[in-house]
């Protein structure tokens, strides 16, 4: 393995000098619940979330007992608090009760992320400690995808979703959400690692690591995770040269894999090629053409401050957002599946919650996470962990894409990890700001 790999009996060192003061107890009882988020996010929502809050107390705690606001300084969290601030008064105008609350709580995950940049990820002996766990998780995923697939039924004895998915180690078929977001954090840095090496074993052995996940995510089903993962795939290929032939030899594979499905998985094959062929001629009378419609039409309503949080779940439902738009083909706009939890879109959500204004500082603050995270990458100065981390965060904000909510978890979990473990590797090592 490389130095760029994550090394095995790693300790946990104390937090940055910056936040030196704080208690050793209290740094030491955040990083554990840093490493139960992942294995949490696969047990419940609950525990999760009620994970990341207390490292989000315990970063304010231990930032204003010490009275330091230098963390601030960096204009990426300044600009989240910002936008978190403008998500709340768009809000306070035109939400519910329950709705403010709720926008209020976002905070706490802007919070986790700027705790894990600046705090408990500081050393990289934490980020290996990490690595450890999504790399753990991750294969658990895999390994009860490949049970459920030849067995009927995973672990729980859950069986396939009715439409034929695969839930892998999850109840419901959340397994090709969950692989999209793992897959390049914790695949890419042991396969580019083993493609290094000379031995012609080790070379085997790194093409299975970036091989057998994503044959996982053919025989899981889900078409949109699918597609990130492949969009993911060639733009790793473009960062790094020199694993370039490893990756089309996998998208060959995956290929492969594909067109086989009618004879391996017909179930596969149905949801993947037949069922997204005929979504895709007649798109625009799908569901998500319906609820992107509804979307553009609330925002062209409320352009300035939206519905406030969650505003698409709450008022969908409105007969005044019935219209149709001249520059859309939907027609059959009082159809119940222009409704939903959500818009099924990252930027519709924060167009129909904060407004155009919201939008556009939520696009300014994503493109900073992008300019950091992927800093040294486009250059070839990365390691394989910061393209990884670099490549699912494109991933997860890619704009043309049918997506879960953005702050609601387990998503936002995922998307906060990595965001925020993606920002921590690019600093100086014990670097605080």
Excluded at 14 to 31: C, D, E, I, Y
Excluded at 406 to 431: D, H, K, S, V
């Amino acid at each position: 393995m490389t130095a760029s790999m994550p090394e095995a009996g790693a300790a946990v060192l104390a937090p940055s000098p910056r936040v030196a003061s704080s208690p050793k107890w209290l740094f030491q009882g955040a990083l554990v619940a840093t490493l139960l988020v992942p294995p949490a996010l696969f047990a419940g929502r609950a525990i999760a979330d009620a994970l990341i809050s207390l490292i989000a107390v315990a970063f304010l705690i231990v930032r204003l007992s010490a009275r330091d606001w230098s963390w601030l300084e960096a204009p990426h969290i300044r600009l989240s608090l910002i936008f978190w601030l403008w998500v709340v008064i768009c809000t306070l105008a035109t939400g519910t009760l329950g709705a403010i609350g709720q926008g209020a709580a976002v905070v706490r995950l802007f919070l986790f992320a700027a705790a894990l940049e600046t705090w408990l990820l500081c050393h990289p002996a934490q980020r290996r400690q990490l690595w450890y766990v999504v790399f753990a998780v991750a294969c658990w995923l895999v390994l009860q995808t490949w049970q459920q697939y030849f067995f009927g039924a995973n672990i729980f004895a859950a069986p396939r979703w009715a439409s034929g998915v695969l839930t892998g180690p999850f109840f419901r078929p959340r397994a090709g959400v969950t692989l999209q977001a793992l897959y390049f954090p914790a695949f890419l840095p042991p396969a580019m690692a083993l493609l290094r090496n000379r031995r012609t074993l080790a070379r085997l052995g790194g093409a299975l690591v970036l091989i057998v996940p994503m044959l996982t995510m053919v025989v899981i089903g889900q078409r949109m995770p699918m597609l990130l993962l492949l969009f993911g795939l060639v733009l790793t290929g473009l960062l790094l040269p020199q694993f370039r032939l490893a990756i089309i030899g996998g998208l060959i594979v995956f290929a492969l894999a594909l067109a086989l499905a009618p004879k391996i998985s017909p179930t596969t094959y149905a949801t993947l090629v037949v069922v997204f062929v005929h979504r895709m001629e007649n798109f625009w009378s799908t569901p998500y053409a319906l609820l992107y419609e509804r979307a553009t039409v609330m925002i062209a309503a409320h352009p300035w401050l939206g519905l406030g949080f969650d505003g698409f779940r709450n008022h969908c439902n409105d007969p005044q957002y019935f219209q149709t738009l001249p520059w859309l083909p939907v027609t059959h706009v009082t159809d119940p599946n222009a409704c939903s939890i959500h818009p099924h879109n990252y930027w519709l959500q924060i167009a129909t919650s904060a407004g155009i204004p919201g939008l556009v500082l939520f696009a300014v603050l994503c493109g900073q996470w992008l300019v950091r995270i992927g800093a040294g990458v486009v250059h070839g100065r990365s390691t394989p962990i910061q393209v990884g981390l670099f490549v699912a965060f494109c991933v997860a904000f890619w704009p043309i894409a049918s997506t879960t909510s953005l702050f609601t978890l387990p998503n936002a979990g995922w998307i906060f990890l990595t965001i925020g473990w993606g920002l921590a590797e690019q600093r100086p090592q014990g670097y605080a700001p």
